[in-house]
């Protein structure tokens, strides 16, 4: 049979691959093979702080406007996907998830504090996120503005996991 | 639009489908009572419709935790709304709309067609964008705010035995046993001349059949995403040309000599 008859055929469906539960075409969705009826099952990984976080986000996108007793509009839909994104990439399984802040405008914050430090992440919109980080054993400050690389970010959330108050005590002596 | 010349060339690409796309913030003030207009945009080459479930808002971050699949998480009602095919007469080319994306497809089913190549799909695409772009601007006097965009080829190959992959994929060094199944996927992560990410390049080979299961080929996706430089049309269009670029680069490495020449690689 020639390529192009072959190529002709259509509704091409995944061989002996629906048992494999974490397989994912990665054109779902856009290509248009996928609505030919394609048996792939699909899986969503997500971390156990996605998990946690999940109504959380349901709520801060549903917030009524004027929840802040102003003028203040829920978290739009596209800045909680992009921030849902981030904490997923952000994962450290020895770590409590980070609080959720919605912000008035629509926008919205993620929190971390303990070990001494506060971190806390302005997510402003999709590819538009502002980091801060406060050590306070050192008294330092530190600012990143990041569009789409996190592993700045990443770095400083995986640091909050030291016990940095013991380390210096046996440290100093 | 022309060709660059140290792309490698085929007479008869294994090409199944290819995908440009662009998401972009919602459009404010969109309701579904709207796509009547977006679609008469279109209608005159694409008059024929089908109504499908949206697709979720995707990003391609770096970083952390590193994901081979991104994760896909939904969060909360999704918008109100659905996504559009608008189809050309013979169904191989379509449009697909939604207040936060806009694609387009071409085929090669169902009637087949030879491939009218990346330059002629990027022209139709760049100025079927456009006119979106100034109804955007006329009717609700919204920006298109674009933040990110897509290439994807999805090629199909046939083959008598899935333990053939070393016939036309360089990466398969083959075997004496026989291979039920393949599914691989491997991704590149594409840097900027300032040494930051922005894109990711997408590759997967998939074992598939016929729906009788009698006839086997190999699924080659892919698939090119990232952020383009700016939020507007040029920036994204200049995106899709470089994906466009890196994937048919990475098709005349993965591929074999012998698969090429069955292809008619151009010399």
Redesign the interface.
Known sequence: ?G??R????????????DE?P??????D?????S?R?TRVR?A????AW?NEL?KQ??VL??LRRGWDGYAGVPVS??C???A???V????VRSLPAPQLVPMPNGTMRLEWHMNEFDIEVDVL???DVVAYRSDLLNDSEDEIEI????????EW?AALAADRVQLQEVAGG | MRRPDHLPDFTDPPLDEVVLGVQFAPVPGYASVHSMKVWDLFRADFPLVQELPALEPQFETFGGVSAQTGPRIQIGAFPVGSRLWFLSDDENHLIQFQPDRFLTNWRREPNTRPYPRFEGLAETFDASIRKLGVHFESDFSYRMDINQAEVAYINIIPVASFSDAGTWFELWNGGTFEVEALNTSFNEVIRGADGKPFARLSHQIQSVLTADGKQRAFRLSLTFKGKPAGTGIDAAMEFLAAGRDAIVTRFGEITTKEAQRKWGKVE
């Open positions: 049979m390529e192009s072959m190529n002709a055929q259509p509704d091409f469906t995944t061989a002996f691959q494999i974490n397989y994912r075409a990665i054109t969705g856009i290509s248009s093979l609505a009826g699909v969503h990984p997500r971390s996605v999940e986000f349901d996108t549903s839909f596209t909680a996907q992009f849902a994104n981030l997923e990439r952000l994962y919109g999709p590819y569009q789409t690389d996190f592993t700045e970010l990443a959330v």
